[in-house]
């Protein structure tokens, strides 16, 4: 019994940092894009971001993902549309993908995501190939 209560207490104290480290990651975030929101979330073992707002969303709560390049996902509606998953790391850093801009259609098959200024700014970096990378800046929303 003694050993369980031990093994539980170490289980906790080995979580507790990772949860930590993810919780300033989570939440609401400004895209430099059209007044977009993101928010990051836990999806799983990782995390995700879903687009939850935008200037087009506001307009249309409808708009579907009509610039995607694979035609059968241009249906697919915007709002909740996971832009970013499969993102681990931390405290400061994570690395993931893939990375989708609806606003292009094209995909990242990976990237950083960066907490900067105290965890009020998020450098948002997606790459396609080593050297083809595009960086946004998103601020917190929260």
């Not at 994570?94 to 990976?110: E, F, K």
């Amino acid at each position: 019994m003694r050993a369980a209560v031990v093994a539980g207490l170490l289980a906790l104290g080995i979580a507790a940092p990772a949860v930590a480290q993810e919780s300033a990651l989570l939440g609401r975030w400004r895209t430099p894009a059209e007044g977009g929101v993101v928010e990051i979330q836990r999806c799983g073992a990782a995390l995700c971001g879903r687009l939850v707002d935008a200037a087009p969303l506001r307009a249309n709560p409808d708009q579907r993902d009509v610039r995607n390049r694979d035609a059968a996902q241009r249906e697919r509606p915007l709002r909740g549309l996971t832009v970013l998953r499969g993102f681990t790391g931390g405290p400061t850093e994570w690395r993931g993908g893939p990375l989708y801009d609806p606003n292009s259609g094209h995909t990242a098959d990976r990237g950083t995501l960066t907490l900067q200024e105290g965890g009020r700014r998020l450098s948002v970096r997606g790459c396609i190939a080593r050297v083809l990378c595009r960086t946004q800046t998103w601020r917190r929303a929260d």
